[in-house]
């Protein structure tokens, strides 16, 4: 399908959306009609092992709509990964996945860099990761942001790794209409970057590395004198995770291992940096509002998650498979929190995870389905 196709499809689903979210709560509009429970799903390693479906998962999401495909049990998608707006990240999943996926059930790592725009709006920020790591941020409403590929692109050697790649970040530069001529690279080059954010897994570490080195230690300016450090945001601090190779790969929180230890030996002050993510309480807090969102109509006060009378679900299940991040973080965040862990990705043992121990453990997630209908006798 032609992007100028997808966009328009999309522009029609993401309109719709308001109107697909009012007939959610539409269905759930009766007291009576509405669940008491909702189900955060992991991805990687639950749903998915890169973009193929694991361990039943299409079968188990359609147990969670009607006949006519109408929404029946809320539920959304939790995930550490990221490097797509929630637009496009929903329109891949539906299609992935065989069901309606709205982009107000799609939860990523980044999604709570929103919360940042206001302090950076119009200040140049540099935008890391697979995928389309800038448009993310100028969805959220930053309006300076650059992908470390096209910041990069507008010094000459600053990677001197670059002739021997297949791919260059010269391209980028050539084709990218952002720099039309050599003034407006020059004007990238003296303007001073007042953050960075890790949005997704970094593709090229060894220029990421030595470019995010070079902003941390020059205040913003590479290539200059030292200064203060900019701030730095990671979308999470995964060390491994689950995609299709049989064993973990390496994460974010790799990446960060590495970019931290590189810059503490070659700067005189520590990396000073934020993370995100799973298993911060924050997601799991920001999850149950977004959950509710799905049901209750939207004039419903929504505000304070911790007011019981505010809070409609009894009980809340995050279906995981890394016991350090999706467990762990179900179980700080503790009521109405229940935490699954599934074999299907980064946990593969008998019983249940010594350090993290979940409250279920299952083979997949579509047992795991299975076992919350019948628990809350819902056929
Ligand atoms: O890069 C994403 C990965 O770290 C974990 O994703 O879906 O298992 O939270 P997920
Ligand atoms: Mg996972």
Redesign the pocket.
Known sequence: MSFRIFTKVWQRRTRNNSTVLASFSRTFSQLSSRPSFGVAF???????LGNAPVGGSLRALRRLYDDAGRLKIPYI??????GFPEYKRAFELSQLLGVDVLPSQVVQ?HSPFKQLVNRFENELIVAVGKGEPAAVLTEYGFKNVLSIDEYASCFENIDPLAPYKKWTTKLVADQNTKFKDGDSRNDVCSQRVHAAFIV??PVDWSRDIQVLCDILRTGGLPGRNIGPQPHLYF??D?L????AFPSERL???AFRIALESIFNRIHSSTLEYTSF??PHPSVFKNAEIVLQQLILPPCHDLRDVNDMNTRCFKTLYMI???PS??IRGARQAGHPWFSILTRT??FKGKENDNNFSADLVVDTVEEAVDYILRKECTS
Do not use: H, P, R, W
């Open positions: 992991d991805i990687d390693g639950v749903i998915l998608f939790l995930t550490n990964g990221g790592g997704s897994d979308a999470n995964d491994e995770y689950q995609t994460g974010m929180g993510g799973k995981g498979d890394n991040v999706d990705g980064v």
